[in-house]
């Protein structure tokens, strides 16, 4: 009975001495945890897909990989995240190339530059597809001399020109505004003639309250819906050549992430492939959903760019390629956008079908039949008086 329970009890060690060596250190030691902050607000719909990114990838990872989730300034303020990720203090972060144009102008290239054409998804295609990615990680390390390593995902819808006081008719309408934006952007509104003002997104509806700035830009309906733009203004100037373009980046510490095993490191380039496609459809259900909730409950009226502003808006961008985009790096990575820009855009221009004309078809031409004023019906005929009756002879 004795050695019956001993060989019991061997067995049973050996099981879990087995399990043990079966394990992987990181299954046997818990999760590899990444310290990562956004640059957004936790409220903010950008922040949200830096939330869903991060729950893909544990999930991805079976709980070997966990992301902490910290919103802007949690650490440090948004503009300094990508000096936090080199010097190590964040294992990550999620932002703009854009933030960090006051280190290069190189910067809003990947992002935020002249369009030649393209739309964000276009120019994230030539990100992992055209030599895009390995030339920003080539910026980080040999021009910013940055340790951290990059990802791009989440193509933004075309960013409104701004938002007004009063619709904006010809190119001169801009001339002398004090305007709101950011980044290369800033430039060309500024060759436009507008006053710019370099504001935090938090300080701009208060800035707009007061009359510090007259008019300004964010990002997309749902971002200026929350920040609070149809309190202050109701004119919403829809489609620019100002950011286009725009994606999210993902940023990690060199050493942090080159630490992590290979197949971890695969997750988190390929969840962020798929946090692509589902923000792309979230911000179609957002947007949308928010846009029209400004249009009928906030009396926000949308109102299309017009065509001059839009050719002021490509010749101020030949204006500033010359003049701030002139440097050899800037000059490599303009030459391979447009190289890509030639190939990629016919396809969408001679195989692609608009869609404006079907959306007209079902929907605005029944909509302007359903509410034209229908013809008065026509009067109805008197009835005949009735025949006098023949007087009886007595």
């Known amino acids: 009975m004795r050695y019956k329970v001993l060989l019991a009890s061997f067995a049973a060690v050996a099981l879990i001495v087995g399990a043990i060596v079966w394990l992987t250190p990181s299954q046997a030691q818990g999760p590899i945890v990444l310290k990562m902050q956004s640059t957004w607000p936790s409220q903010d719909i950008f922040h949200q897909t830096f939330v869903d990114w991060a729950k893909k990838t544990e999930e991805m990872s079976g709980g070997r990989l966990k992301i902490e989730v910290l919103p802007s300034g949690a650490v440090v303020p948004a503009f300094q995240l990508l000096d936090a990720v080199h010097q190590g203090t964040l294992d990550g972060g999620h932002g703009l190339s854009t933030y960090w144009y006051g280190k290069h102008v190189a910067a809003s290239l990947f992002g935020t530059g002249p369009s030649f054409g393209l739309d964000a998804e276009a120019l994230l295609a030539w990100i992992y597809y055209g030599g ?8 980080l390390r040999d021009v910013l001399k940055f340790d951290v390593v990059s990802f791009f995902h989440g193509p933004m819808p075309t960013q409104p020109f701004g938002w007004f006081k009063k619709a904006v008719a010809r190119p001169d309408d801009i001339k002398g505004i004090k305007f709101r934006t950011v980044g290369l952007s800033a430039e060309l509104y500024k060759k436009m003639g507008a006053s710019v003002v370099i504001l935090p997104g938090t300080e701009i509806i208060l800035a707009l309250d007061r009359g510090v700035i007259d008019a300004a830009e964010f990002y997309n309906p749902s971002s200026d819906r929350l920040l609070g733009f149809p309190d202050v203004r109701k004119i919403l100037m829809a489609q620019s050549y100002h950011q286009p373009v725009e994606f999210f980046e993902l ?28 923000f792309t459809w979230k ?9 029209e909730e400004m ?12 065509k001059s502003v839009l050719e002021a808006q490509l010749k101020a961008w030949d204006e500033i390629i010359k003049e701030k985009l002139n440097d050899p790096f800037s000059q490599k990575v303009l030459a391979s956008q447009k190289a890509w820009a030639a190939r ?10 608009e869609n404006e004309t079907a959306y007209n078809h079902y929907f605005k031409a029944k909509a302007a039949a359903a509410s034209a004023p229908k013809p008065a019906p026509p009067a109805a005929a008197k009835p005949a008086a009735p025949a006098a009756k023949p007087v009886e002879k007595k």
Request: aromatic share 8%; hydrophobic share 40%.
């Open 132 to 139: 895009g990615h390995e030339l920003y990680n080539e910026f």
């Open 251 to 278: 940023m990690f510490n060199k050493k942090k992430y080159e630490s992590l095993p290979k197949d971890l490191q695969a997750i988190i380039k390929y969840a962020a492939m798929a946090e692509s496609a589902d």
């Open 283 to 291: 911000m179609m259900d957002r947007n949308s959903k928010d846009l």
């Open 295 to 306: 249009k009928t409950k906030h009396g926000v009226k949308v109102v299309r760019t017009p």
């Open 344 to 353: 990629v855009v016919p396809l969408r221009q001679e195989i692609m079908v």
